[in-house]
C-alpha cells in the first residue's frame, strides 16, 4: 500500500528527508484540539460503584477515582504519530500541509516503513471518523487487548477532517524516528515550488533509484494530475551499495546490506553487511559512518558484522564492530 505525507519544505524537513527520517508527533503538537478524545462515562459509573462498594463516600474520593481513571486511560504522553494520507492528489493537503502547494509531498511503501521497530513499537490503521468520540467501556479494560485501545485514543476523529483521508502510524517514540531507505519511492513537487528548491531535493535524491513527478492541474479542471519528470537515469545505482568516491579518494567499495534492525525507541541497531573486496581500519570506519548517516543517523548503539564470503555468515563474520558515544571499535576475526 502506498501513503503519502504533504512537506512545506522546511530546512528541517529536508534534513529528515535526506537522512530516511520522519517526525512522530505529539498529540499536543496536533493541530486538531479534539485529538484522543474518548467518551469514559460508562467505565468511571462502573468504577465508582466499585468505590462505593469498598468505601468511598465524599465527592473528594470519587473526584480521585475519576481523575485516577483518566491518569490511566491517557495515552497522550506515551506516542508519538505519524500522520500520512492515501492520495498525493488533494488540493485542499497541499494547501493546508505543504506550505500552500510550494513544497512537496513524499510516497512511502507503508509496508516497508512498518518494518521498523516491530508490532510491539509501531501501530498502524486508518482513521475512523465519526460524529461522536468512541467508548471506552470497562471490558476494553479486562481484555486489556492494546491494539484496541489504541485504536480508540489514536485511529479515530470528527467527520470534519474525513476528507483527509488519514492514515496513522502510531510509534513508541516522540520525535525523529528512522526507517528503511527503500520505503521511499516517489517525491511529488507542489504547483507552486521554486525551481531553487525543486533542484535541491533532486540532487539530494536522485541517486535512489527514486521517481519524481510534478503536480499540474488538469485543463478546463479543478481537479490535479501527475507528471514525471526526466532526471539523469545513470546516476539510479549506486546509493548504499557503493561508497561515494569523494569519502574515499577514488576508491571503489562496493558493499550489500544483507540485514538491518533499528530499534527507535532504545536507539539500537544491527547491521550485516557483504564486502565485495577487504577494507582496512580507516576504510571501515568510513563505511560505518556513512552507514550510521543513511541507516540510522540518530542510532545510539550499533552493531557491525562485515563479511568477505558467503560461507562466513554460519561463523563468524570477517570484523565485527561497534558504534557508541562516536567511538568505532573493530574486530578482526580472521
Known amino acids: 500500500m502506498l501513503v503519502y505525507k504533504y ?34 462515562k460508562k467505565v468511571k459509573k462502573f468504577l465508582n460503584y466499585i468505590g462505593q462498594k469498598v468505601g468511598a463516600k465524599t465527592k473528594e474520593d470519587y473526584d ?3 481523575d485516577n481513571t483518566d491518569e490511566v486511560l491517557s495515552m497522550d504522553n506515551k506516542m508519538g504519530i505519524y500522520s500520512l494520507s492515501k492520495t498525493p492528489l488533494d488540493e485542499l493537503l497541499w494547501a493546508h500541509y505543504a506550505n500552500s502547494h510550494k513544497g512537496y509531498c513524499i510516497e512511502y511503501d507503508l509496508d516497508i516503513l512498518l518494518k521498523t521497530d516491530g508490532g510491539k513499537h509501531v501501530h498502524s490503521f486508518p482513521v475512523l471518523y465519526s460524529n461522536k468520540p468512541p467508548k471506552i467501556g470497562f471490558w476494553d479494560i479486562i481484555k486489556n487487548e492494546k491494539n484496541s485501545m489504541i485504536k ?11 476528507y483527509e483521508q488519514e492514515h496513522r502510524i502510531v510509534t513508541s517514540k516522540i520525535g525523529l524516528n528512522s526507517y528503511n531507505p527503500k520505503a521511499l519511492k516517489s517525491v511529488y513537487f507542489g504547483l507552486k ?8 531535493i533532486i540532487n539530494l535524491l536522485q541517486s535512489r533509484g527514486i521517481s519524481f513527478y510534478q503536480i499540474e ?3 478546463n479542471s479543478y481537479s ?6 526526466e532526471t539523469d537515469k545513470e546516476l539510479k545505482s549506486n546509493y548504499l551499495k557503493q561508497l561515494p568516491t569523494s569519502i574515499t579518494n577514488g576508491k571503489i567499495i562496493e558493499f550489500e546490506i544483507l ?8 536507539g539500537i541497531g544491527e547491521f550485516k553487511v557483504m564486502l565485495k573486496q577487504e577494507l582496512n581500519n580507516s576504510e571501515i570506519e568510513i563505511l560505518i559512518n556513512y552507514l550510521k548517516k543513511n541507516l540510522f543517523c540518530d542510532g545510539k548503539t550499533l552493531f557491525f558484522e562485515f563479511f568477505t564470503d558467503l560461507k562466513q555468515i554460519e561463523n563468524l563474520p ?17
Open 217 to 219: 492541474l488538469e485543463k
Open 7 to 40: 512537506r512545506s519544505g522546511t530546512e528541517n524537513d529536508i534534513k529528515a528527508l535526506e537522512n530516511n527520517q520522519y517526525w512522530s508527533s505529539s498529540i499536543e503538537q496536533l493541530n486538531d484540539p479534539c485529538e484522543a478524545i474518548t467518551d469514559t
Open 318 to 334: 570477517w570484523v565485527s564492530a561497534t558504534l557508541k558515544e562516536e567511538k568505532i571499535e573493530i574486530q578482526f576475526n580472521y
Open 64 to 66: 480521585l477515582i475519576n
Open 259 to 266: 540485514k538491518e534492525k533499528i530499534f527507535n525507541f532504545s
Open 193 to 200: 515550488i521554486s525551481q531553487s528548491d525543486k533542484n535541491q
Open 224 to 229: 490535479f494530475k501527475t507528471v514525471e519528470l
Open 152 to 162: 480508540k485514543f489514536a485511529f479515530h476523529k470528527s467527520k470534519r477532517w474525513e
